[in-house]
């Protein structure tokens, strides 16, 4: 057993959708999250400067002392897993439990795939089904604006902006006749009501950060690292930009407040 915190990272936001599925799954484990609000978002930068960041977050991580750590981001997750394999932890991300869980899922065999920018164009998701099951065939879309819409707040299924936006990405992967719809960016799950009414009610969604929650769960209990018994449960947030922006937004994400802390990641 192991009483050491899990590490969670994020560009954001979206990681708390997976600490939200942590906080249900293992109520028993402590939690470092890092979000790195000041240099969000990173879907839309190049390769090398999202590699840069992820190296640096999770150096932070690990001078945290963190049993494990898990990259609650799709666009990281996507493009820097060989970073993550190398730290002395076990690393997890969100790609390979997602893919497993959408081919698992899907019934017709066509699976769709929504992310950033630099999450679709990696790759990664269409790599990791095609190993889940080489059968599937994958209809992936960047949706560059559902990143912005969520952390401005646009979430409601009937917002008029969310559903054009939503439309006009999803509309082709409806008519192509997907049944799953991966949600690979951990935002999205925020945006689930307003997805699910355009795909409409035959369409699975899955969501990123659970997925990558649950098989970190998994994991741990079968390395028998899971926190013992009787030690109080913590939970610290740390982020690059203003706590109080992060302290309102966060709610929306885990349905309770926290409180972060501000910290400068340059020094990592
Ligand atoms: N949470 C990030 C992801 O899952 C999206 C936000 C960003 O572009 O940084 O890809």
Request: hydrophobic letters at 40%; proline letters at 7%; one cysteine or more.
């Amino acid at each position: 057993m192991d009483k050491r915190p899990i590490g969670v990272f994020d560009s954001g936001l979206g990681g708390l959708t997976a600490v939200r599925e942590l906080e249900e799954i293992l109520p028993g484990e402590s939690v470092v999250y890092f979000g790195d609000t000041g240099r969000v978002p990173y879907g839309t930068r190049s390769r090398e400067a999202v590699r840069r960041y992820a190296r640096q977050d999770m150096a932070f991580l690990i001078a945290h002392d963190v049993k494990a750590v898990l990259a609650a981001c799709g666009t990281v997750s996507s493009t820097s897993a060989d970073i993550g394999a190398q730290l002395p932890v076990p690393y997890f991300d969100v790609v390979a439990p997602t893919a497993r869980a959408a081919a698992r899922a899907t019934r017709n065999g066509k699976v769709g795939v929504t992310g950033t920018n630099a999450s679709i164009h990696s790759g990664a998701y269409v790599q990791a089904l095609k190993t889940a099951d080489p059968a599937v065939q994958v209809y992936p879309m960047a949706c560059p604006l559902f990143v912005p819409l969520v952390e401005s707040g646009f979430v409601s299924p009937e917002d008029p902006v969310t559903l054009l936006v939503a439309e006009r990405y999803l509309a082709s992967l409806r008519e192509a006749g997907v049944d799953v719809l991966i949600l690979g960016c951990t935002h999205y799950p925020l945006l689930s009501l307003a997805i699910s009414r355009v795909m409409g009610p035959g369409v699975t969604l899955i969501d990123s950060g659970k997925e990558a929650a649950l098989a970190l769960g998994e994991a741990l209990r079968e390395k028998d690292l899971l926190c013992p018994p009787g030690i109080p449960r913590q939970a610290q947030y740390y982020v690059t930009d203003a706590p109080e922006n992060f302290s309102a937004a966060a709610k929306l994400f885990l349905g309770h407040p926290v409180e972060g802390t501000r910290v400068d990641i340059e020094k990592y």
